[in-house]
């Protein structure tokens, strides 16, 4: 008996040295609820997409870990009684007086076309403790794969070879397909324009010799009709 009624004396004191504002029922006043709320209010959040995106490793793994195409996340004008927690990954972001920018910290591995959702609570071991304070989502656009194709080398203009596209989506075929066609018509473009005048007048002669040709005829039979009836006038006369 003594020995359950000294670890439940032990469980209270422990519960109270952690939560001992909410053992005790008090609440975060209201005017230091809207204070923190204005801190957070000011929290920035602005992502950076990283190509060759690495994770530091273990000595068992290297120096770092290969990850890929992801995104960092960076969350400015950071105060000391504010914490941030990202819900998906558990990625926290804090204030550090030890840092060169201390209102500012930046976190990598975030991955192209989710979305995320960073909690901003209160960090202040007081009442106010863990408040949630605001709530900001950010949505992260979805890195085309087909953009490092060495097929959009000389088409990086075409949509296809956006790193962001956001058009319907497209099936490796169609890709090369469409970047083919594309270039063709490109060829043919760029071959028109490097043209000179005289080669652009013989293209269309070879183009239309057909046409020309029946209306050479055509002029031709014309003039000698009109020809034969002149002489004809000319000998009566």
């Not at 090369?176 to 490109?186: D, F, G, I, P, V």
């Not at 010799?209 to 034969?228: D, E």
């Amino acid at each position: 008996m003594y020995m359950r009624n000294g670890f439940i004396l032990l469980l209270l004191i422990v519960s109270f040295l952690l939560f001992p504002y909410h053992i005790l029922g008090n609440e975060c006043p209201p005017s230091e609820l809207q204070k923190l709320r204005q801190y957070a209010s000011h929290v920035d959040i602005r992502h950076m997409y990283i190509k060759n995106y690495r994770l530091e490793g273990t000595e068992e793994q290297g120096d770092n870990i290969f990850v890929g195409n992801h995104f960092v996340i960076s969350i400015s004008n950071l105060q000391s009684n504010i914490i941030i927690i990202e819900a998906k990954t558990g990625q926290a972001f804090w204030y550090d007086a030890n840092r060169l920018n201390p209102n500012v910290m930046a976190l990598g591995g975030f991955i192209g076309g989710a979305q995320y959702t960073f909690n901003i609570y209160a960090d202040t071991n007081d009442v106010c403790d863990f408040e949630s304070l605001r709530v900001l989502n950010i949505n992260l656009p979805l890195f085309n794969v087909y953009s490092n194709d060495d097929y959009c080398l000389g088409a990086e203009e075409h949509k296809f070879c956006d790193m962001w596209y956001s058009g319907p989506m497209f099936s490796s075929a169609e890709f090369y397909n469409e970047l083919s066609e594309y270039r063709e018509a490109k060829k043919r473009e760029n071959d028109y324009l490097n043209k000179s005048k005289w080669d652009l007048i013989l293209d269309y002669i070879m183009n239309n010799y057909v046409v020309i040709l029946i209306v050479t005829i055509f002029c031709s039979l014309i003039i000698f009709l009109l020809v034969n009836y002149i002489n004809k006038r000319r000998s009566i006369l």
